[in-house]
């Protein structure tokens, strides 16, 4: 059985009426080639995502999240992935400090500290980040290059169409992610008075 790259390149290759392939394969002129060689962080993942620089302030920040209906925003720097800022971080940033949101840099916020996952990985591996680190996004990347987000949205939205996404541990990733992170300063520490007040992974 030849790998997916090579099915991919294959320009002969023709898919066929899908009456006529087996549960979890999928019927090409070369035979039956099992669905999961084709799951890749590439084919569900969300291509048109919206950044802001190190010098974006709040307030446009903001209204990029509001306009793309998103709740997260790569900071580039250079045209690299530098961190990343949501809208927790946002609320919480402007509830903790006395300054208007034309006043605060999204570098100033951003959590550098980033989960990234590969444009050719699979799904499940992509998850297992996921499950790690407890967020509900990865950007992607591709030889350095960030060239898309994969979300537990665009995951769950695969599960109508795909059969081979493992249902169990989708549910072990949404428990993860679920779970509540409580940020309490040691004993006899004060309270953090600064923002991120730990370096966290993407939320």
Avoid: Y
Wanted: proline share 5%.
């Amino acid at each position: 059985m030849a790998h997916s790259e090579d099915f991919r390149a294959n320009k002969t290759l023709v898919l066929v009426a899908p009456m006529l392939r087996r549960p979890g394969c999928i019927a090409t002129s070369e035979g039956e080639i099992p669905e999961r060689l084709f799951m890749k962080v590439r084919d569900i993942m969300t291509k048109e995502v919206k950044c802001c620089g190190l010098d974006t302030n709040l307030a446009v920040a903001a209204e990029l999240l509001w306009s793309a209906d998103c709740g997260i925003l790569p900071v580039m720097d250079d045209g690299k992935l530098a961190g990343i800022i949501t809208d927790r971080d946002i609320c919480i940033a402007l509830g903790t400090q006395n300054r208007r949101a034309t006043e605060v840099r999204a570098g100033e916020i951003a959590s550098h500290d980033v989960q990234t996952c590969a444009v050719d990985a699979d799904v499940d591996s992509a998850m297992a980040v996921m499950r790690r680190a407890k967020v509900h996004r990865l950007p992607v990347v591709d030889d350095g290059k960030m060239v898309g987000i994969l979300t537990l949205n665009d995951i769950v939205d695969a599960v109508d169409v795909r059969s081979d996404i493992n249902a169990g541990e989708l549910i072990d990733t949404l428990k993860a992610v679920g779970e509540h992170r409580h940020l309490r300063p040691s004993k006899g520490s004060a309270a953090p008075t600064t923002w991120p007040p730990i370096p966290v992974a993407v939320a």
